[in-house]
């Protein structure tokens, strides 16, 4: 069997906070795959905090940096218009699905002028096939390139973000056109059923993001740790959660809490942490061994997030035996069992927030049983091996001109 050559495109690549599609390549990769990762832009020197985003980072091609050379932008649109019905056609494209007003049309030509530059790229590189992670304007660009060039595209759908503004973002273009599109859970694919047309239904398929569980260690849990790992954003709800911590002092004086992560929200929870004293502690960006350390010293993860799809730093914390305090939102259930693996919180209610992490730190042995019940779910549901395996086989099946189960049965 001949695996495809395959392209992977994001609109940032590689980042400190979607190791997920590292961790995918890299899969793929071991699995046989040949993978030439594509940015449209360049990585912000903050995301290259380990060894895994530096060497991503050298080898990946970056899109507007090429497209700015007036000499490769007109050498691609000049190879491209050698098939001048597929030119005008994904001209047409890029026109009909832009948004409304000067602006959305002027982006859209710029999209439609990166394409070309894409699949000249492709085309030179052999690609047999390219796949897109979040479904934004990386991905119109995918698929105006796979118009321009012939080479089909398919892409991974995320959430939450896509849902608010669907149409904006036309992914009920995006799945027919596409060969098949990867849904991170059932509750995303549900979403995007409302959009697409039910003659794609079929090829919307369920793969997990996952992590390698063997990466994380297992430790005994056994202090007062708290952990929150994410962007410092307004989604992922951390006012609550310092809420929470400063209603817990009380009564857990030896309470630590530790944020890993940054991003524009940073400055003003410093401000709100301030009266905790140092017993709170923001890190930054860390790498994914840092933040795999970090896990081993955890004793309860909190990611009280407004809206989500499957936080994958949550099958991170799972596979380090935390158990896990979360919101009841989105696709987040398929990942954590109440009761089980951990405690689902209504979102943005501090109170319950602060009584599910109560409950956690009050009963090491509660923890553990959370923490060996959560592992088990990442080694059977959310693993990296069996999901990177379950999309080879759909880029295989589908170059082949088979329909693949929109299902593969799972444990």
């Not at 079929?202 to 790992?229: E, I, S």
Request: with cysteine; net charge positive.
């Amino acid at each position: 069997m001949t695996l495809p050559k395959l392209a992977y495109l994001t609109g940032e690549y590689p980042r400190a906070s979607d190791t997920f599609i590292q961790r995918e390549v890299a899969e793929l990769r071991a699995l046989g795959h040949e993978v030439l990762t594509c940015s449209i832009r360049t990585t912000g020197a903050e995301h290259l905090v380990g060894p895994e985003q530096r060497e991503e980072h050298a080898r990946t091609f970056r899109l507007l940096a090429a497209a700015r050379n007036p000499l490769t932008l007109l050498g691609a649109h000049l190879r491209a218009l050698r098939h001048p019905g597929r030119y005008l056609s994904a001209l047409r494209l890029a026109w009909r699905t832009a948004p409304r007003g000067v602006k959305g049309r002027a982006y859209s030509l710029i999209y439609f002028a990166e394409a070309a530059v894409l699949a000249a790229r492709l085309r030179r590189e052999g690609v047999e096939h390219l796949h897109n992670h979040i479904a934004m304007a990386s991905c119109t660009v995918a698929m105006l390139a796979s118009a321009l060039s012939g080479i089909p595209y398919s892409f991974t759908i995320h959430g939450p973000d896509i849902f608010f503004d669907p149409r904006l973002w036309r992914i009920d273009e995006k799945a027919a056109r596409a060969r098949f599109v990867a849904c991170i859970s059932d509750f995303c694919r549900a979403q995007l059923m409302c959009f697409a047309a039910p003659a794609h239904w079929d090829k919307l398929h369920v793969v997990h993001c996952g992590v390698d569980p063997d990466r994380y260690r297992t430790a005994p849990h056994d202090g007062q740790t708290l952990l929150f790992v994410g962007r410092l954003a307004g989604v992922k709800g951390v006012p609550i959660l310092l809420q929470a911590v400063a209603a817990l002092k009380a009564r857990h004086p030896a309470l630590r809490f530790v944020l890993i992560g940054d991003g524009p929200e940073r400055a003003a929870l410093e401000a709100q942490a301030k009266p905790l004293g140092d017993s709170v502690s923001f890190l930054g960006y860390r790498s994914q061994s840092e933040v795999a350390e970090a896990l081993a010293q955890a004793d309860v993860f909190a990611l009280p997030s407004f809206a989500e799809g499957v936080p994958v730093v949550l099958m991170e914390a799972m596979a380090a035996g935390v158990p896990v305090v979360t919101t009841q939102i989105a696709g987040i259930p398929e990942l954590v069992r109440h009761g089980d693996s951990g405690l689902l919180v209504p979102p943005g209610d501090a109170e319950a927030l602060t009584v599910a992490i109560d409950a956690l730190l009050a009963s090491a042995d509660r923890r553990r049983t959370m923490g060996a019940a959560g592992r088990a779910t990442v080694e059977a549901e959310f693993n990296i091996h069996r999901e990177a395996a379950r999309l080879s086989a759909l880029f295989t099946a589908y170059a082949e001109g088979r329909t693949p189960p929109r299902r593969e049965a799972r444990p």
